[in-house]
Structures are given as C-alpha cells and as structure tokens.
C-alpha cells in the first residue's frame, strides 16, 4: 500500500489548510487512517485518526476544535481540514493506515506511512 499526502504549503496565522492522502489501493477502506506530524527538532506526533466507517475519530488535545479528519472510502482518500492554524502547527503532515479497523492515536498501530507534506504557518 502506498500513499500520498498534499495539500501543504505556507499559510498566515489564522488561515486554512486542507490535506489530502491517497492511497494505492482499495485495502485501506478497511482499515483505520491517522494523520501525524514532525515539526523540526521534535518527536512525530499523531494528529488525528479515524475508524474505517468514520464512525470515531480522535484528536489531539493541541487541535481540538480547529482541526477535523475525514475520509471518503471510495475514493481511498483521507482528509484533514485545518483551520485557525498557529505557526507551532508547523511540520511536515503524514497520513498512516492503522493495521486494524480502528483509527487509534498510539502510533504503533499503524502500518503503512505514507511520504509527508510540508505545512508552514507564518506569524
């Protein structure tokens, strides 16, 4: 499985953002997706994760409210809208497939990782 995230790119403070992550195959339908982030100089973090069915999804303390996931299965895409972004929102963003069902936020859960895109916040 293979896959793809966009969408970065340099935003104000305050502005928007919508990533995107495609997959290669039809298999992540089943399974739970996350989206993760590094920022330079620190640890990956997990984001955000949703179940197969978008029946559950999971947030972060640091983008409750301003951040939401989603996914449309028939088109093995997952989504993740930003809004009121900060500039300690930047990193390079990373979409995952969990190896089971469930959009879990432990990132040992997830198999495949998928290549990053860049998202700068200016103050």
């Known amino acids: 499985v293979q896959l793809q995230a966009s969408g970065g790119g340099l935003v104000q403070a305050g502005g928007s953002l919508r990533l995107s992550c495609t997959a290669s195959?039809?298999?992540?339908?089943?399974?739970?997706m996350g989206w993760f982030r590094q920022a330079p100089g620190k640890d990956r973090e997990i984001v955000a994760a949703?179940?197969?069915?978008?029946?559950?999804?999971n947030y972060a303390d640091s983008v409750k409210g301003r951040f939401t996931i989603s996914r449309d299965n028939a088109k093995s895409a997952v989504y993740l809208q930003m809004n009121n972004l900060k500039p300690e929102d930047t990193a390079v963003y990373y979409c995952?497939?969990?190896?089971?069902?469930?959009?879990?936020?432990?990132?040992?859960?997830?198999?495949?990782w998928g290549k990053g895109t860049l998202v700068t916040v200016s103050s």
């Open positions: 949703i179940n197969w069915n978008s029946d559950g999804a």
């Open positions: 995952a497939a969990a190896r089971g069902a469930i959009g879990s936020m432990d990132s040992t859960m997830y198999r495949y």
């Open positions: 195959k039809r298999t992540t339908s089943n399974n739970g």
